[in-house]
């Protein structure tokens, strides 16, 4: 559905150039769907723009549902559905009279426009407010708005940039909702971006981390954790065993760093342990026979979050700017 | 922010079928804001009314006749009021867009499969579109106060004006583009340039009454020739004058045109 090879973007921004994304090749099959993580300014939106024909790209090749983006534009834009990060409706029109038009920008007649723009309204819980003008609408409601504008032309290959930035909880759990519906239904395949971690972790099937305009892993979120981070064990023996086992969980964390904390005659471990709930048990058993039982576990699975500072060295939130 | 564009030689350029099959849509998606509000359409059909009615006396009054070529003030005034409206209405293009800029639905139209320049024509007649109501309106009113009404010449009038339109709504619209986050370059650039041109171009008061220089400079402003071509056809001839006026908007247009595809392929964050 989409290959890149060495796809670049450079800006000039007051005669500094800027090299916004560095060369990504990207594979995605009919079908998948994809988050490109990183933090802001890492590139994320610059690929996704290329990808839409929104930016013209500086360098290399990307072909987006067999079609390529510098030769056809226009038929790339045809073929995919595009949601950015602002909201798509025009502030004084009509909520339905801006669907059955974007119906129209795709070629749909204006029967099959309509029956859409209905169709929409109603999954979308939208239905009630098709004459209100778009001004008039909630964050929520436009953002629903937005997701209805996209999918007017039952696209075969979605992209949203952003989707739930600055979206309260609820909504962005009903947007996710009515997003899985579709790809259901019709099989969509689905780019998005996001800089929120949760989000590319629930809701992807496969997350490419991109950072300084790079791709630094491409991997299903369960490998990415499992592979570069490993869940936080954290395990406590009283302090005067703690001795017996400091080498077991040296050997265990496999050159990973054990800190310790004592407190009230308790000596608290905490270590990273790749695929730690299959060898904890076999750890506490080891820590018993050492004559150090523990007294407490907790084993925390990893985030996406640890994947990027494990990568990195910092933390997704500090952004791209260090 | 100025991107390095390579590959814009290579693109396929839609054709005449689709941009002409693309305007339509663009065009129908702006008039539903007036459609859908009526009661501004009202607004606008009565302002030329009242300049028309508040100008065209004293004009007459201060001038005198000769300057006129024999023409009584108001043959000679209302097509100029008819240029005037086209150029305040098409210049205006770029400010509409402005908000659409500001929130997500400009980039949401650019995603479309929509052509470029459909984008700006579509957007320019639709600001050209209430001229045909208003100009045939005063041309009406005017008849009982001496005005001699000549309906297909002053048709073509108006299609003469479309066409200039449409180069004035698209670099209207580049301008928008360019003042991207500084609105107030917009309306400074827009209201400077507006009204030498205006002057300058005989709409107002008859450039044959001012001085050399300012008829020299008239001759280097396209709106002369359409001011020209304008009073030709509303007083019921065609000649040179319109021939140089029509002339005059399909080189107004082929440039905005021009300058309004590249705007929106540069302009893209």
């Given amino acids: 559905m989409i290959h890149t090879d060495k796809l670049a973007k450079t800006f000039t921004v007051k005669k500094e150039t800027v090299e916004a994304v560095k060369g990504v090749d990207i594979d995605v099959a009919p079908g998948e769907l994809v988050a490109f993580l990183g933090p802001n300014g890492a590139g994320k939106s610059t690929t996704l723009r290329m990808l839409t024909t929104l930016l013209t790209p500086t360098s290399g090749t990307a072909r987006v549902a067999g079609v390529d983006v510098t030769a056809d534009p226009a038929g790339v834009r045809a073929r995919i559905g595009y949601i950015g990060q602002g909201n798509g409706g025009g502030h004084s029109f009509r909520v339905i009279d801006e669907l059955v038009m974007q119906g129209r920008f795709y070629g749909m007649n204006s029967v099959d426009a309509l029956a859409r723009a209905r169709e929409l309204l109603q999954s979308l819980d939208l239905a009630d407010l098709a004459k209100r003008t778009v001004v008039k609408l909630s964050g929520g409601q436009r953002r629903r708005m937005d997701v209805a504008l996209g999918l007017m032309h039952s696209p075969q290959l979605l992209f949203l940039d952003e989707p739930s930035t600055g979206m309260d909880p609820q909504n962005r759990a009903n947007l996710w909702e009515h997003i899985m519906r579709m790809r259901e239904e019709h099989g969509t395949t689905i780019v998005l971006t996001t800089h929120y971690m949760d989000e590319a972790d629930s809701m992807s099937e496969r997350v490419i981390i991109i950072d300084h305009g790079r791709i630094i892993a491409d991997d299903t979120a369960a490998r990415l954790k499992a592979n570069l981070a490993g869940d936080l064990l954290a395990v406590e023996v009283a302090a005067a065993s703690a001795a017996g086992v400091r080498g077991l969980l040296g050997r265990a964390a496999a050159g990973g760093e054990v800190t310790e904390n004592s407190y009230d005659g308790v000596v608290r471990f905490r270590l990273r342990l790749p695929e730690g709930a299959r060898l904890a048990p076999a750890l506490l058993l080891e820590m018993h026979d050492a004559g150090a039982p523990a007294q407490s576990l907790e084993l925390k699975p990893p985030t996406l979050d640890d994947v990027f500072l494990e990568l990195t060295g910092r933390n997704l939130r500090e952004g791209a700017n260090r | ?269």
């Fill in chain 2, 1 to 269: 922010m100025a991107t390095h564009g390579t590959a814009a030689g290579t693109r396929q350029k839609p054709g005449l079928g689709r941009v002409l099959h693309d305007t339509r849509y663009v065009f129908w998606r702006e008039m539903l804001l007036p459609l859908r509000d009526p009661f501004s359409l009202v607004f606008s059909l009565l302002q030329p009314l009242v300049f028309l009615g508040l100008f065209g006396p004293l004009l007459g009054a201060a001038v005198g006749a000769p300057a006129f070529g024999g023409q009584s003030t108001l043959q000679w005034f209302l097509p100029g009021v008819v240029v005037m409206i086209a150029l305040f209405g098409t210049s205006m293009t770029g400010s509409n867009l402005q908000y659409e800029l500001m929130t997500g639905s400009y980039e949401r139209i650019l995603a479309t499969p929509l052509s470029r320049s459909s984008l700006m024509i579509g957007r320019a007649l639709k600001e050209w579109a209430p001229l045909v109501v208003q100009g045939l309106l005063i041309a009406l009113v005017c008849i009982p106060f001496g005005f001699v009404f000549y309906p297909l010449h002053v048709l073509f009038g108006l299609v003469i004006l479309g066409i200039f339109g449409i180069g004035l709504g698209a670099l209207s619209y580049a301008l928008a583009l360019v003042s991207q986050n500084k609105e107030w370059i917009f309306w400074g650039v827009q209201q400077t340039l507006l009204f030498p041109l205006m002057i300058l171009s005989g709409i107002m008061l008859p450039i044959e009454a001012g001085p050399a220089w300012m008829q020299t400079a008239s001759l280097f402003n396209p709106l002369t020739y359409l001011v020209n071509a304008e009073r030709e056809l509303f007083a019921g001839s065609v000649g040179t004058d319109t021939l140089l006026g029509l002339l005059a908007a399909s080189v107004t247009a082929a440039v905005g045109l021009a300058v309004g595809v590249k705007a929106i392929s540069r302009n893209i964050r």
